[in-house]
């Protein structure tokens, strides 16, 4: 049996952080409907700004995980055009996580 190459880790990595990623976002919707429809219900001790800032900081936690799993996989295929994608999804990904995270501090939260 032929031992994985260093471009196999690379990928398998990437895919995990990718996956990583997604989970934490899915995570922290699924957490924050929950409590959004516990707040409806009765006198939780949490308030729907710390839901919302708590959710926005799984999306920001998770879009780190994404560009991460984005930039590991565009080291095993640097094509012009995979380097152009990947900065144009880093910037937007880096750009959307600041506004979230301005936004969690502007409401007290950061």
């Not at 380097?83 to 301005?102: C, E, M, Q």
Request: charged share 15%.
């Amino acid at each position: 049996m032929d031992a994985p190459t260093i471009f196999d880790i690379i990928h398998l990595c990437a895919i995990i952080l990718g996956y990583a990623g997604a989970v934490l976002i899915i995570y922290g919707g699924f957490r924050a409907i929950v409590r959004v429809i516990a707040l409806e219900f009765s006198k939780p001790a949490f308030t729907s700004n710390q839901v919302r800032w708590e959710f926005t900081d799984k999306i920001v936690f998770g879009l780190e995980f994404l560009i991460a799993g984005d930039i590991l996989s565009t080291l095993l295929s640097p094509t012009q055009q995979d380097l152009i994608n990947l900065a144009v999804v880093v910037v937007i990904r880096t750009v959307l996580g600041y506004f979230l995270s301005k936004e969690a501090t502007e409401s007290g939260h950061g």
